[in-house]
Structure formats: C-alpha cells, structure tokens
C-alpha cells in the first residue's frame, strides 16, 4: 500500500520533487514558502537520488540557474512567492523563447508590492496573461489540496518536457501552509547522464559529441522573418497546448441552474457553498478550472444552456473573471466576487454573494 | 623560389584551431574579442575537450560567440550567465563550464551573480572582457570606463562626482575565498596573447582539479567605440587602461 504522510502544502512539494526524479532544485527564500527549501534540505537528496538542491542569491539568479540546468536537458525547478515570480518572469519569457523545460512553484501572498505574507490569488494575470515580456505562454496548474501539490509535480515535469517550456504551479499561502493527507506515489528514477544524451542530446547542451555540429541555445535572432518564423512556431506551440491539455473539475453542475468558477483554495471553499446552496433549493454547481491555461473555455461554454447566471469567485479584484466572460461572451450573466490582500472568504460570504447578486 | 614551393604541409607553423568555425566574425577590425576566441579555441583544442566543453555567451557584442566556437553554448540573459554556469556546472560536474563576458555583463548588471558564484567557488572559468565601454549598444559608459574618458553617455567625459569611479571589480573577486586564480590579461601583442593563452589553459585546468573559481580579466581595445584606429586603440590602451588596470596575476593558489 501506498504510504500516506500528514504535510503542508509546501513540503508536499518538497517531496515530490525528489520522488519524481527531479534533477536540481535552485531557490530563495520566502514566505509563505519557505518550506520548500527547508524541507529539501532536511532530506539531503544529493545523498539519495543525486538531486542538486541549492541556494541562491536571489531570485533572478534562481530562475537563470533553472535556465542553465534545462539547457542540459535536466528536469530543474524552483518555488517562491509573488514578489520573487515577479523577478523570475524575465526568466520564465527566455525559457519559453529558448523552449526549455522548467517547473516554477508560486505559492502567492497578498499583493501588490510587498503586500503581506497571507494567501491571495492576485497573480492570476502575471501567470496567464505573460508576466515577462514578448508574446509567450505557460502551462499553469492550480492545485486545490496538498495531495494535488504533490502529483502537479510530476504533471508538471511531463508537461514541461513534452512541450520544452516552462509549467508554473499556481498555488498559494492557503494551500502551501495548510496539513493534508498526502499519498506518496511510486518513486520515478533520476534519468542517468547517458540516457539524457540520448533523448534530448539532439537540442540541449549536454557536451558535444565528434558527430554533430556544438548545440546552441538561444532566444536570440536578430533577423525580424527568422523571429517572426519562431514567434508563429510557438504560436502553434501553444495551441496545441490549448487542445490537449485543459483540465477542470465540475462539481454538481449536472442539474445546476447557478454555476460558480473558482480555482486553488477558492475553490475548496465554494464546496462549502455548494452544501448551503443545496440545502436551501438553490441548484448551485461549480467549475473548478485545473489549467488556468489552457482555460477550460469550451467546458464553460457547454454549460451555457442550462444557466442563469455565473458568478466567478477568486482571492483578488476579479482577474479570471474576464476569461469566464471571454468564455461566455454575453450570452449569460456573469458576476464577481473576491476579496484581497489575505483576507479569505467564508462558504457563507459567498453563499450571501451569490444570493445578493442574482436576486435568489 | 616560390610561394608554391614554400606553402607545404612540413613547413607549416601556424594553424587555425579546428574547434573555431569558418563563419565570418562580426566583431570589428581591431576589436579583442576575435583574439580571445582563438585563445579559447585554441586551448579547447590542446586540451581535447571539445566534447566536454560548455560555453555560456552574454549579452553585449560576444553574444554571438557560439556562432564561432563549436561546442554547446547556452546564451544567457544579461548579466546572468554565472548562474547559468553555476547549475550546468553542479549538474554536470566533470564537464568544463566557461562563462564569456563583457564588462557592462559582468561588473554592472550581473554583479550579484558573479560575486556570488566566485564566492560559492564554484568550479568554472570565467572569461572578463574589460574595454570600459559598452560596444553592442553603441559606445556608452561602462562600470570600467576611466575618468575623463568620452562616451555617448558621457559625452563630457566620465567625471566622479556625476558618474562614480571605474570599478575595479577584479580586485574585489580577488578577496573572495572562492577564487583560487584571478589573473588580468590582454592580447594586444605576440607576447601577451602567449601569456593569456597560459592564463586560460590553467584556468581549464584548475576548473578540471575542482580548485575553485578562476577568473581571468582581458584588458581590451574597442576602437570603433573609443573613435581611434586599432593601431591608435592599443597605444592608447598600454597608456591609459594599463596604469589603472595593471596587468598580472593578483591571486593564485
């Protein structure tokens, strides 16, 4: 049987990164994540596994030091919080210029600014909408327990191999803080330097063999047709991520005249509501969008037909919202509710919104 | 006799490194940078690594020096190439890791990661290029550019009370535990470019011997940026940068 552990969030991370094989972890420390690292270093898996674990100087040389291990087609990743991902979107926009692979942990706090050190959900534009420069795109998974940390690790490497580019965790202090039951999935064995030149010696800068020309990674080209003939290859990139990888979670929504779209901690605390909901007649589902992209759209969409209304609930001023509204393009209500700054919504709070804004 | 007669393999005494490609340099007529590829080429090569050889290129003119290397070559963000390096270095740590930087790469934008990688001791070499300007950009004022020294940002010339001091940020890695060599170099004669050819094939060796951080500034000549001729570029070099930036080994154990 598999063994089951009582963790935080944010060691469940920890863990998984050196149970999934992870080659090197490189980061900085900051709440409420700290304990990614911390755990990390109690386990000492450069004894184990091999895993490199290191701390930098900051969390600009972090995500560079991500940049020069997925360069050597190795599976690296780092974890911060807001103001740290914010220094790494740069970072995050080279990889995915180079496509390279990467897995970046964001357990959020309140922002803007230094903010607080409470959960939040504010960077929802910064992970989909870009964060760094230039037209690029990442995976984001959005985990809504401790266990989902854990295996969004491994989902997340396999993804960021599959397509060579950075996957982000969008996590946040809630679900990084707070003790679950997790179960340990079967280990996945560090690739050996051999088979990584195998399988990827083709692109990564893994030594130069006598029979190839020296491999060459680089966002870089000067020539406008050349970068335009990238930018449209990762476009296509994109895309596909787009039709193969959206996931999502619905959640009574097979009678539901009210839907609620809420993602990570939001999410688990509209399961709540979804019980009020229930008991007092009002058929309330929810949608709990697992990629925050790819956007579960078209699972939105074919809920339209039975609907009265949406209302999106997220831990910030309304940011996914726009994406459900882009989703349902006016053919149905859409409204907010959120609060910000580290304050967390009760399933009542919701339950009192949803009631005021629809009239119920 | 003829040239013919003269062109044969047993006379041969000088070769271009196999480890340098035939692409045409873009570097300007002049410019070090072309001689301190040859040097690295040219050490790659004597010491047959070229298949255990990984290059980290900055931003700034040399960010094209994968183009005329042929090893694997990661090319870096601005400044932070040190911690590229760091992690291919810890990932694969019997391979030879190099970073190549310029002096805005290395001594402005990048000081963090530079200082703390040397100071990890981190086992790679790295390759300063010091020519007190900015040469992809278009001549403006470096960390190194000396006082009184003209550029497009100081068109008046450098002045301290405006601009700050010429950061001698060699000296500073220096006093850092983990450097166990820090050398500073140039190549603007037959007899200094055969003592930077030593200075970077120990550099390789120390990396190999897991000594610790080896850093090796080169003194350089920007003669388009500085508005001189080459010939102009290497006088002024010897008798401006040299006095400031003194040539010569500062740290070796």
């Known amino acids: ?122 960077d929802y534009f910064q992970s989909v909408k870009g964060g760094g420069h230039g037209d690029y795109k990442i995976i984001v998974l959005a985990p809504a327990s401790v266990q989902e940390m854990y295996d969004f690790v491994g989902l997340g490497f396999e993804l960021a191999f599959k397509y060579r580019n950075p996957v982000l965790i969008l996590s946040d202090g809630a679900i990084g803080q707070m003790m679950e039951k997790v179960e340990l999935r079967e280990p996945v064995r560090r690739l050996t330097d051999q088979e990584i030149a195998e399988k990827y010696g083709h692109w990564a800068t893994v030594g130069k063999p006598a029979s190839r020309h020296g491999n060459i990674i680089s966002s870089l080209s000067l020539a406008a047709s050349e970068m335009e003939a990238i930018n449209l290859r990762l476009q296509e990139k994109f895309q596909k991520m787009r039709e193969n990888e959206v996931r999502f979670e619905k959640m009574m929504c097979d009678d539901a005249e009210y839907m609620l779209v809420a993602f990570g901690s939001s999410a688990r605390i509209c399961e709540g509501t979804l019980e009020i909901a229930r008991e007092k007649g009002i058929r309330l589902g929810l949608l709990r969008p697992i990629t925050l992209f790819p956007f579960p759209e078209q699972a939105i969409r074919e809920m339209l037909p039975q609907l009265k209304g949406i209302m999106s609930v997220e831990l910030n001023s309304g940011q996914m919202v726009e994406d459900v509204r882009l989703a349902v393009n006016g053919t ?27 009239n119920l | 006799m003829d040239v013919k007669d003269i062109i044969k393999p047993e006379n041969l ?8 490609t035939d692409t045409i340099m873009h570097y300007c007529p002049g410019c070090s940078h072309g001689v301190v590829h040859k040097l690295l080429a040219e050490v790659i090569e004597d010491m047959g690594i070229q298949d255990n050889a990984i290059g980290v290129s ?18 870096a963000a601005h400044g932070r190439a040190p911690a590229l390096a760091t992690a291919t270095k810890r990932l694969y740590p019997d391979k030879y890791v190099f970073t190549y930087q310029g002096d805005g790469d290395l001594a402005s ?8 990688a040397c100071n990890r001791g981190e086992n790679i070499v790295v390759i300063f290029i010091n020519n007190a300007i900015y040469g992809m950009t278009g001549g403006q004022m470096a960390p190194t550019t000396l006082l009184g020294m003209k550029t497009a940002t100081t068109p008046y010339g450098r002045r301290a009370d405006l601009n700050g001091y010429p950061f001698k940020i060699t000296e500073l890695i220096a006093q850092l535990e983990g450097t166990c060599y820090v050398t500073r170099q140039s190549v603007q004669n037959p007899g200094s470019v055969r003592k930077a050819k030593k200075a970077i094939r120990k550099a390789f060796e120390n990396s190999a011997q897991k000594k610790g951080t080896s850093f090796i500034e080169i003194v350089s000549a920007c003669n388009s940026n500085w508005k001189m001729t080459p010939v102009q570029a290497n006088k002024w070099m010897e008798e401006n940068m040299f006095p400031f930036y003194p040539l010569g080994d500062i740290k070796d154990r």
Not at chain 1, 82 to 111: D, F, H, K, Q, T
Not at chain 1, 340 to 351: D, K, T
Not at chain 2, 13 to 20: E, G, I, M
């Open chain 1, 332 to 358: 149905v209500p859409v409204e907010f509710y959120g609060r910000m700054g580290g304050s967390i919504f009760s399933p009542e709070e919701v339950f009192g919104a949803l009631t005021k804004k629809f």
């Open chain 2, 13 to 20: 005494v000088y070769n271009k490194s196999k480890v340098l």
């Open chain 2, 109 to 116: 934008i990048g000081t963090a990661e530079i200082m703390h």
């Open chain 2, 58 to 75: 900055p931003v700034g003119c040399a960010v094209f020096a994968y183009k005329y290397i042929n090893i694997d070559w990661q090319q």
């Open chain 1, 1 to 122: 049987m598999a063994e089951k552990l009582l963790k935080k969030g944010n060691e469940a991370i920890a863990l998984a990164a050196i149970r999934y094989g992870a080659d090197g972890y490189f980061g900085y420390p900051i709440t409420p994540q700290s304990e990614v690292m911390e755990t990390l270093m109690e386990e000492m898996p450069w004894e184990t596994t091999g895993m490199v674990v290191l701390q930098a100087e900051s969390e600009t040389s972090s995500i560079n030091m991500l940049y020069g291990g997925a360069c050597c087609g190795k599976k690296v990743m780092t974890s911060s919080s807001s103001p740290g991902i914010s220094l790494m979107c740069e970072g995050m926009s080279y990889m995915a210029g180079a496509e390279l692979p990467c897995l970046v942990v964001n357990v959020i706090r309140g922002g803007p600014g230094l903010g607080t050190i409470q959960p939040a959900q504010g």
